[in-house]
């Protein structure tokens, strides 16, 4: 069974418009995350949602959304999509907050390409 | 600020050959410092972590030490296979938030 699941796995879309992805985790985690991996492999949080609270980074731009309908799911919802956005988006989650002994456990990423 | 600089890559080695993927981080406090692996298609894994100064992780063969003195993590491997062939993450974890270094693409060869 995976433990982190994102879907789709690849999406290409035109620049404007609006798009989900999804993400699950059956570990039965407090914690989820949104990471953004560009194309020079570099990998930046953009969001932490831990139950009760969401966590938002400042440097990512308001048209990004994350939707948490439960604790099991962590959504992206992304409007108005530009060129930049194309990256890989990866899920995450951890028992609770980030720690030395909470082992984060990450879904395969979502290849998302912008035309 | 908070931040990990890796050594760039890509970094090519024969199979058996021995492995060093520099690391250095800047952090207010005492952070904890991880390696994460990216094998192609999947996302990271938790390779190694130390939590404190002159500790030592290890794993499948990997070590680091935990050295404040030069604020390093350096990971290393005395014989490389081509199983290793991946993308490696330094990272270190402070307030509860981790930030993660560029990445160091590793090429093993038969």
């Known amino acids: 069974d995976t433990a982190v699941s994102q879907t789709p796995k690849y999406l290409v879309t035109q620049m404007g418009n609006d798009k989900s992805i999804k993400c699950e985790q059956n570990?039965?985690?407090?914690?989820m995350y949104w990471y953004k991996q560009d194309s020079k492999k570099f990998l930046k949080i953009m969001f932490s949602?831990?139950?009760?609270?969401?966590?938002i980074n400042e440097t990512v731009p308001n048209r990004f959304s994350p939707k948490s309908p439960d604790k099991a799911h962590l959504n992206l919802h992304i409007n108005s999509l530009e060129l930049g956005d194309s990256a890989v988006y990866f899920c995450?989650?951890?028992?609770?907050?980030?720690?030395?002994?909470?082992?984060?456990?990450f879904g395969p990423g979502t290849r998302l390409l912008v035309l | 600020g908070n931040s990990v600089t890796q050594m760039e890559g890509p970094v090519t080695l024969s199979e058996e050959a021995f492995l060093t993927i520099n690391c250095t981080y800047t952090a207010t406090g005492y952070p904890s410092l991880f390696w994460y692996v990216q094998y192609p298609g999947e996302g990271l894994q938790l390779l190694l972590k130390?939590?404190?100064?002159?500790d030592k992780g290890s794993n499948k063969g990997f070590e680091a030490t935990y050295r404040k003195e030069t604020t390093s993590f350096h990971l290393e491997k005395g014989s490389v296979q081509v199983s290793d062939s991946a993308v490696y993450f330094c990272a270190l974890l402070t307030g509860n938030q981790f930030y993660f270094g560029t990445g160091t693409s590793l090429t093993v060869i038969p």
């Open positions: 995450a989650s951890s028992q609770d907050l980030a720690t030395i002994q909470e082992t984060q456990y």
């Open positions: 570990l039965g985690h407090d914690t």
């Open positions: 130390a939590t404190k100064a002159d």
């Open positions: 949602y831990n139950n009760k609270e969401l966590i």
